[in-house]
């Protein structure tokens, strides 16, 4: 493709229950997905089949060493040259690819999507235009986890900051339950 060519590759960004996939879905459908090659990041989580099961349960899928960034980045450099890009199938509950790929053909728009899209330099200055959502966060997660969410915490009788790697509080909950169960 020439320069006057190139396609226009387009970010959506956000946190999770943002939007990004309705925005993203608005677009396809008003534009045309034949017009589009859609790459969702979420489609190049690390394969973890060499973890064990237990350990694929606490890698933090928020992080941005949890994403082949590096092969999204080749992929859109592929697309905008004109290439068909093979994007893996991630399967979620085994926290692992599978041996499948989607063929993605070029088109004259890219449309990527992701929590992390934009906290990767090496990504963000892909995009020709970058959508940040966050309508369905402000609207919908974050009033309902204030009302009831975080006001419940008053009635929890631990709160554990940083969750299961905080390994003091952990150590301590884990100790009382074996004092717990040893009493029985």
């Given amino acids: 493709m020439t320069q006057a060519q190139a396609p226009l590759v387009i970010g959506i960004g956000g946190g999770t229950g943002s939007g990004k996939t309705t925005v993203a879905n608005v677009i396809l ?57 093979d994007i893996p199938v991630y399967d979620f509950t085994a926290h692992a690819r599978t041996d499948r790929t989607t063929s993605i053909p070029p088109h004259p728009v890219i449309l990527v999507e992701g929590i992390l899209i934009f906290a990767e330099p090496g990504l963000r200055e892909l995009f020709d235009v970058k959508i940040y959502v966050i309508h369905q966060y402000q609207t919908t997660v974050r009033p309902m986890h204030e009302e009831f969410v975080e006001p419940s915490k008053r009635f929890a009788d631990v709160i554990i900051p940083e969750g299961g790697l905080n390994t003091v509080a952990m150590d301590m909950v884990v100790a009382r339950l074996d004092g717990l169960l040893n009493r029985r």
């Fill in 29 to 85: 459908a008003r534009v045309g997905a034949e017009r589009i090659a859609f790459l969702p990041h979420d489609a190049y989580y690390r394969d973890l089949a060499d973890l064990p099961h237990a350990q694929r349960d606490v890698v933090n899928f928020d992080h941005p060493d949890s994403l082949e960034t590096e092969l999204l980045i080749r992929h859109l450099e592929g697309l905008k040259r004109g290439e068909t890009v």
